[in-house]
């Protein structure tokens, strides 16, 4: 691959670098459930940003 | 802190993952080796 007229090395990356993408996909894995956490639980729960903002705000208007 | 804020957990993690390894990719396939070539060729045709 020549990019700018340039050549591109033969180094190796995803052999070497193989743990730390197993690691870098189970920390996003783990993020994302963290953050599905904390987004179902007050006050991120009826924050506007939040795509299931009016969602939560009628399951807690049912249950009071 | 938008950083702190649960909604951008995953967009940032992405972000900061795609960042690094497009670096990475750069890095080792063009300019180190690019850099280390130059020093190698300036060893050589050094006559002292």
Do not use: W
Not at chain 1, 22 to 32: D, E, G, K, P, R
Not at chain 2, 26 to 39: E, I, M, N, T, V
């Amino acid at each position: 691959m020549a990019l700018l007229g340039r050549r591109s090395f033969p180094t190796p990356i995803v052999k070497p670098l193989a743990p730390f993408i197993i690691c870098a996909s189970l920390v996003l894995y783990t993020v994302n459930k963290i953050e599905n956490a904390a987004q179902s639980v007050p006050p991120y729960d009826t924050d506007p940003r939040n795509p299931k903002a009016l969602l939560n705000k009628k399951l807690k208007e049912q249950h009071h | 802190m938008p950083q702190l804020v649960p909604f951008y957990f995953v967009n940032q993690l992405s972000f900061g993952l795609i960042l690094l390894s497009v670096l990475i990719y750069l890095a080792s396939k063009r300019l180190l080796p690019q850099l280390l070539q130059r020093f190698i060729s300036r060893i050589f045709i050094t006559l002292a």
